[in-house]
């Protein structure tokens, strides 16, 4: 098992900066990759950005491609989500995901933290 704990969540101006930060503890010695999502209001949750756990090598959807930048902390055992410029549609539950290297998908989640982007 891997337990997840976002943290970082907030009220931001449109343009401004924030920045999400998830915690694993439990099961983190075969990750493989970890990624942020986020789910709108009546809308279905969506793939931000993944990062391969030893590599580092990183993958951005489209809406967040040169805004956010997703970084990790190997040691500490850290997930980073540095959101630059957002705009009011990046308002939503931003969730942290793991993906140990023994399953397929992210299949374990942390609770969610709300971001809400303001004019």
């Known amino acids: 098992q891997v337990q997840l704990v976002e943290s970082g969540g907030g009220l931001v101006q449109a343009g401004g900066s924030l920045r999400l930060s998830c915690a694993a503890s439990g099961r983190t010695f075969d990750l493989a990759a970890m990624a942020w999502f986020r789910q709108a209001p009546g809308k279905e949750r969506e793939f931000v950005a993944s990062?391969?756990?030893?590599?580092?090598?990183?993958y951005y959807a489209d809406s967040a491609k040169g805004r956010f930048t997703i970084s990790r902390d190997n040691a500490k055992k850290m997930l980073y989500l540095q959101m630059n410029s957002p705009k009011l549609e990046d308002t939503a539950v931003y969730y942290c995901?793991?993906?140990?290297?023994?399953?397929?998908?992210?299949?374990?989640w942390g609770q969610g933290t709300q971001v809400t982007v303001s004019s």
């Open positions: 990062i391969s756990w030893i590599v580092g090598n990183t």
């Open positions: 995901a793991a993906r140990p290297s023994t399953e397929q998908g992210y299949n374990y």
